[in-house]
């Protein structure tokens, strides 16, 4: 069992950062995939990023490459996502997620509540 608390979200202007923290606790968090999804309203839930448990690979959604970057303290059981030129249409509540499947993109077994991020244009 891994449970996972989100911190971070907020309101910031359109071009601002946020930079988004996950907290695990329970079994070998380095065993996990950790990923960041999102939900906006009306919508279904997107995969954004994710990175292995070793931290030696990541993947990003098309719309997330070049402006987030995932990463992860197994020490301190962390997991970061760093958003950068954030755009109106990332506002969403963003959720973390923790699995041991290898495939980086899907098959998530644990979830956090989620923390909102609204971008104001």
């Known amino acids: 069992q891994v449970q996972l608390v989100e911190s971070g979200g907020g309101l910031v202007q359109a071009g601002g950062s946020l930079r988004l923290s996950c907290a695990a606790s329970?079994?070998?968090?380095?065993?996990?995939?950790t990923g960041w999804f999102r939900q906006a309203p009306g919508k279904e839930r997107e995969f954004v990023a994710a990175i292995r448990g070793s931290g030696s690979s990541t993947l990003y959604a098309d719309s997330a490459k070049g402006r987030f970057t995932i990463s992860r303290d197994n020490a301190k059981l962390m997991v970061y996502l760093k958003m950068n030129s954030l755009k109106p249409e990332d506002t969403a509540v963003y959720y973390c997620a923790a699995g041991l499947n290898s495939d980086l993109g899907c098959a998530y077994d644990y979830w956090g509540q989620g923390t909102q991020v609204t971008v104001s244009s």
């Open positions: 329970g079994r070998i968090f380095s065993n996990y995939k």
